[in-house]
């Protein structure tokens, strides 16, 4: 990796505001607390972009009680980290770290008998029981175990608690259309989840916790909560689809502010093809701002001649193709000199787009966006403590 530069001189920076995501945080407590539930903050994926440790830290002080990360690597990096609150990770692959995730305290995911042999095999050697939660696949088609297979899961899982290898922890189930209130698949989830919880409670099972919602349950669906509900974009002031409203319709800001200094701006004559392929041809004399950020750096080339950015107090289209590292605006007649700074998104309270607008000038989703801001961005943490 790049040495990071000086963040006022950064090419380009992805600011990052903890405050935010702690307001965030608290908004969707005040939501499910009345009903009992907790709050697991999801950083897998490096926090969607906005880095999995100092936003693990900021979720836990604003009040999530449980974080969540995909892979066990990202949890065991939470650890290493000194992070100790109770944390699942759910994306196994065969011979993944179970001892190493054994020994950290941390909850594993359990979504076939597989993995059961494995983890009860790493536990025998550890020496101490392994945290898992066993995953039901309720119609989501991906992950976990189906109901024809439920049973026998659970009943081995049961067997190896017996013998002191595992304490099962939780039973937890994922959605396949929370973004889409009132598709028909949410019922049939939601009365499938129960059916295979009552079963695995009937045959013994004492869970820590049941959880099924995600961000857009959690902000649609209150018969969803159970005990602990999993927010992933919304922690991150996303809203999880512009059907389901704007950010601010839930009481949620972005986290997110990208932007890059101009590295250069000329002066071009009509007739100009600009960028890879000239797609863009300037059609008069006009001046030209060169912004130094790419495909590279997670900027979707998809949003080539679309993409929307707010420079010089008004919002651009990006002319012609995103390259690797750099693109385009076209400034007419007005002009910016060399650093000024070119707001690709953020909140949108100073009039710049949103992740949201992206997503929409790249043929995506807000959650793609962010994520996908690459390593050689800086974040820059700011609102690390209340004011
Ligand atoms: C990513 C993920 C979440 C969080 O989803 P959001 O829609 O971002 O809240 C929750 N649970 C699981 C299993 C996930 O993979």
Redesign the pocket.
């Known amino acids: 990796m790049s040495t990071t530069p000086h963040p006022g001189t950064a090419r380009a920076s992805a600011e990052i505001d903890l405050a935010a995501l702690r307001a965030n945080v608290r908004a969707l407590r005040a939501r499910v607390a009345p009903g009992g539930a907790q709050v697991m903050g999801?950083v897998?994926a490096d926090a969607y972009g906005h880095g999995a440790v100092p936003c693990a830290r900021a979720a836990l002080e604003a009040g999530a009680t449980w974080l969540?990360t995909?892979t066990p690597y990202e949890a065991l990096a939470l650890r290493a980290a000194g992070i100790d609150a109770p944390l699942l990770c759910?994306l196994w692959t065969p011979g993944g770290p179970w001892r190493a995730a054994i020994d950290a305290d941390v909850d594993v995911t359990v979504s076939g008998l597989w993995a059961l042999d494995e983890v009860t095999e790493a536990a025998r050697a550890a020496g101490r029981p392994a945290r898992v939660q066993l995953k039901a696949d309720t119609g989501l088609g991906r992950n976990g175990c189906l109901p024809a297979d439920w049973p026998r899961l659970v009943s081995e899982a049961l067997t190896a608690q017996a013998e002191g290898l595992v304490r099962v922890t939780g039973l937890w189930s994922?959605f396949a259309c929370a973004d889409e209130p009132g598709h028909p698949s949410i019922a049939e989830q939601l009365a499938r989840f129960q059916d295979m919880l009552e079963h695995a409670e009937k045959a013994g099972v004492r869970p820590e916790v049941r959880h099924m919602a995600?961000?857009?349950a959690t902000l649609t669906l209150p018969g969803s909560y159970f005990d602990l509900v999993?927010?992933?974009?919304?922690m991150y002031g996303i809203s999880?689809s512009p059907e389901l409203g704007t950010p601010a319709d839930y009481g949620l800001r972005p986290v997110m502010r990208l932007s890059a200094r101009v590295a250069s701006v000329k002066q071009a004559p009509a007739g100009l093809g600009i960028s890879y392929g000239h797609h863009y041809v300037t059609d008069r004399e006009t001046n030209l701002a060169l912004v130094p950020v790419g495909y590279a750096d997670g900027v979707p080339r998809q949003a080539s001649g679309r993409g929307p950015v707010l420079l010089g107090g008004a919002v651009r289209t990006v002319a012609g193709r995103i390259a690797m590292d750099q693109f385009v605006l076209d400034l007419g007649a007005d002009t910016v000199d060399p650093g000024a700074r070119a707001v690709l998104f953020g909140p949108g309270d100073d009039g710049e787009p949103t992740a949201e607008d992206w997503a929409r000038a790249a043929g995506t989703i807000a959650?793609e966006i962010v994520t996908r801001i690459g390593q050689r961005v800086p974040r820059v943490y700011v609102g690390e403590t209340d004011a």
């Open positions: 999801v897998k969540g995909a759910w994922h995600n961000s857009p999993r927010a992933g974009v919304a999880p959650y």
